[in-house]
């Protein structure tokens, strides 16, 4: 089993990879040779293959776990890594799409993406698949600057442009998976982290620029520990100005600072935690702006992975981490977002968690008859 | 007959006694900012002269002083309309100064490649609204004013003059 259920993983990957293509937009002039159509036309097909795709990747994540000391860290996610950078990033999103147009906003036509939208720029091919073209930029100014990399180097080639993006989030990736592994000092954390479907769907699918985020808060994190404050601070503000989101952590580390001048201990178990929750607290509450969109999971699960030893945080990440994934079959088999669509997303977000609870209720119903019963016999 | 001229009678009577109003500008001119004497107006003028920079980019531009020309014609016709004359004649100046800067901006824009066609439309309208703007100031003001402050020699203000310069400014973008 173990020997076997890796070689079938990658090949799981590969075969996701090119699933992944049928998804390609008809608009999409640079993919057009390959369009065929399929998501569209064969709606029922597509969404149960998906929904498949989902449910293996949460079975090879759980072996993966069960048997990670017999498996080399490194290879499996660099593997990883690499043939998922391959897949076709909006299957799910098209964000990357949103995120390259802006980026072209500055860097190609030297405007400021904060007051003109891709749309005023007629003509421009791009515009006629990307979404959020009537849109200022939406994200931070680290962001945009951070971009312009993946979106030079493109040299002009959109293709090229596309895959740089990937790229570049693949890196932040790794460097996330590295700070994990610093900060937690356990494998158990980076395999959790790492190989989460979420996490890979998210990032190394749809390139979604919440991992780059996270990985400048999570270096702010490795700094106070290293209580270097002033590079903390640096940090906390970059990753603020990617994506605003994690604003929502400055408190836990207006906190930590006190502390660290006050020369008190920390405990850290207890800091990610909290850090956990507020973002968890955020990402619920994420409907009040807009709705609820899987990738903002990134948020909490990072925290979350650091502190495995909290069991019902761990549980709870996962079983949304399954609901979000799942959430995108709806619109995947309905082509809308209205209608059903909203209301069955949230029953598929919420479904998996109330399950858990009610599995942990009854387990914990039954183990504490099953002492009672122990006390007695005795 | 008799009725064909009834008809062309009325038909006559409702052209002849009716205003005739030309294709009027959709262009909507922004609210009144704060005016001058207001504690805010030169804080409000300090950021104005920073965010010169925020709007940075052909295009960038064309908005900082389309937004900036808008801004003080609709200063310098709430002053108007108070008869502070000096101070919207002064605004009626700085309203012509920007606006004389944007098409220059366009022009680059187009050089570098940039589809002009909807920011020229927006100009255009934004053309005819400034003069269907000035055109009823014009009509609300004295020709010439004198303006004799309490402790400092009179200013003479060719009021008319000025807002004809300043359709004439506005027309060239037509």
Redesign the interface.
């Known amino acids: 089993m173990k020997k076997l259920f890796l070689p079938v993983y990658f090949f799981t990957l590969f075969l996701f990879v090119i699933f992944s293509y049928l998804f390609t937009d008809q608009n999409l002039s640079y993919f057009h040779n390959i369009y065929t159509g399929f998501a569209t036309n064969s709606r029922t097909i597509a969404t149960m293959t998906y929904v498949i795709f989902v449910l293996l990747f949460f079975v090879f994540y759980y072996l993966i776990l069960k048997y990670q000391k017999s498996i080399n860290i490194k290879k499996l996610i660099l593997l990883t890594s690499g043939i998922l950078f391959l897949t076709y990033p909006a299957i799910l999103s098209y964000d990357i799409f949103n995120y390259i147009a802006t980026s072209k906003v500055l860097f190609f036509?030297?405007?400021?993406p904060?007051?003109?939208m891709p749309i005023?720029?007629?003509?421009d091919p791009l515009l006629i698949f990307t979404r959020a073209v009537n849109k200022v930029a939406l994200y931070g100014p680290v962001w945009i600057k951070i971009t312009g990399i993946s979106f030079i180097l493109g040299f002009d080639n959109y293709v090229l442009t596309l895959f740089n993006f990937k790229l570049l989030v693949i890196l932040f990736y790794l460097g996330t998976i590295f700070l994990v592994s610093k900060i937690s000092k356990n494998m158990k954390s980076v395999f959790l982290f790492a190989l989460s479907p979420l996490i890979i769907m998210e990032t190394l699918v749809s390139s979604h620029n919440d991992i780059v985020m996270m990985f400048f808060a999570l270096l702010s994190f490795y700094f106070l520990i290293k209580k270097r404050i002033f590079l903390s601070l640096i940090f906390i503000i970059a990753s603020i100005l990617i994506k605003y989101s994690t604003i929502f952590l400055f408190p836990v580390f207006i906190y930590i600072i006190l502390k660290t001048i006050r020369k008190e201990s920390i405990n850290w178990e207890r800091v990610f935690f909290i850090s956990a929750l507020s973002m968890m607290l955020i990402f619920f509450l994420s409907f009040l702006r807009e709705e609820i969109y899987p990738w903002y999971a990134i948020w909490f699960l990072v925290f979350s992975y650091l502190i495995p030893q909290r069991r019902n945080l761990l549980y709870l990440s996962n079983a949304i981490s399954f609901g979000l994934l799942l959430s995108y079959a709806p619109f995947m088999f309905s082509g809308t977002y209205s209608g059903s669509t909203p209301l069955l997303k949230i029953i598929l977000i919420f479904l998996p968690v109330l399950c858990l609870y009610l599995y942990l209720a009854v387990d914990r119903k039954f183990k504490f008859s099953k002492k009672l019963g122990t006390i007695k016999i005795s | 007959m008799k009725n064909l001229r009834w008809v062309l009678f009325l038909f006559l009577l409702v052209n002849l006694s009716s205003v005739r109003v030309f294709a009027q500008s959709d262009y909507v001119l922004p609210y009144p900012s704060q005016m001058p004497g207001n504690k805010f107006y030169t804080i409000n003028q300090v950021i104005e002269k920073i965010s010169y920079f925020?709007?940075?980019?052909?295009?960038?531009k064309t908005?900082y002083y389309q937004k900036l020309s808008d801004k003080y014609l609709v200063e310098a016709k709430t002053l108007f309309e108070y008869k502070q004359y000096l101070l919207a004649y002064k605004s009626l100046l700085k309203s012509n100064r920007y606006f004389e800067k944007i098409y220059p901006y366009l022009l680059s824009a187009k050089k570098?490649g940039?589809?002009i066609?909807?920011?020229q439309k927006i100009l255009k309208e934004a053309s005819r609204k400034h003069i269907e703007e000035l055109e009823k100031l014009k009509n609300n003001i004295p020709d010439k004013f004198e303006w004799t402050p309490e402790k400092d020699s009179p200013t003479n203000l060719n009021l008319w003059t000025t807002i004809d310069t300043s359709i004439a400014i506005r027309s060239k973008t037509l």
């Open positions: 036509y030297r405007e400021n904060y007051i003109l005023e720029f007629v003509g | 925020w709007y940075f980019g052909n295009f960038g908005y570098e940039k589809d066609f909807e920011k």
